[in-house]
């Protein structure tokens, strides 16, 4: 008896996820998500480093988290080593999703200071979710060398990674608030004050931040 092949496609839903209408694509990684199968993995992720949509990537994201992460995440860290940053900045964000610390030695420093900010954001959000206890502190020293790094939206996603390792960025941002580079004083009073009164917003606290290194007050406060 002759046994059937198996399908490239196994679905509709992965046929779905190459259609030129995004709600198409949209409810195809909805259905990938609902009914999970090890099959959909690869097609998920390849998915990922090309899809134009935000929100059928966020959409592909949820997919892969419903998936054994025992089949993703060696998946999602080859993808890593891609070439394309769309490829490496949303497999990391997959990563910081499915919390798996098996993923942990794959978020190297050259991710960490990836150039293009996307990938670095990405690393720097899946890094605080996947550290293990012991190395935030080592965490904190890589992340705060960049400090000053980018426009608003990179500093702010840099600020909270740093402020959710917790009291290990203390010494850290006291060093980078007397750094000879304005922008890295500026940066790191910012992020010391957002730590200290969440609800300020990070745009306050840049400005006030700009203003005490205008004055030179830094080493004049109590």
């Avoid at 899946?126 to 080592?138: D, I, K, M, Q, R």
Wanted: charged share 25%.
């Amino acid at each position: 008896m002759t046994m059937p092949k198996e399908e490239t496609h196994p679905t509709p839903a992965l046929r779905g996820l190459e259609d030129s209408g995004s709600s198409v694509r949209l409810r195809a990684a909805l259905a990938a998500g609902t009914t999970p199968d090890p099959r959909f993995v690869d097609k998920l992720v390849e998915r990922c480093a090309i899809e134009p949509e935000f929100s059928v990537r966020e959409m592909l994201t949820w997919a892969l988290t419903r998936h054994s992460s025992s089949l993703t995440v060696p998946r999602l860290i080859d993808e890593l080593r891609a070439e394309r940053p769309q490829a490496r900045s949303q497999a990391l964000h997959t990563l910081s999703k499915i919390g798996d610390r098996r993923a942990w030695p794959a978020i190297t420093r050259a991710l960490l200071t990836d150039p293009d900010d996307e990938v670095a954001r990405s690393a720097w959000r899946a890094a605080v979710v996947l550290v293990p206890e012991g190395e935030a502190a080592g965490l904190a020293g890589v992340l705060a060398a960049q400090l000053g790094r980018g426009e608003h939206e990179t500093q702010l996603s840099l600020s909270r990674a740093l402020i959710a390792l917790g009291e290990v960025i203390t010494p850290i941002l006291h060093a980078g608030m007397t750094d000879a580079d304005h922008g890295v004083r500026q940066h790191a009073i910012a992020t010391e004050r957002l730590w200290r009164d969440p609800d300020a917003g990070f745009g306050f606290a840049i400005e006030e931040a700009k203003r005490v290194v205008a004055l030179g007050a830094i080493g004049q406060e109590g």
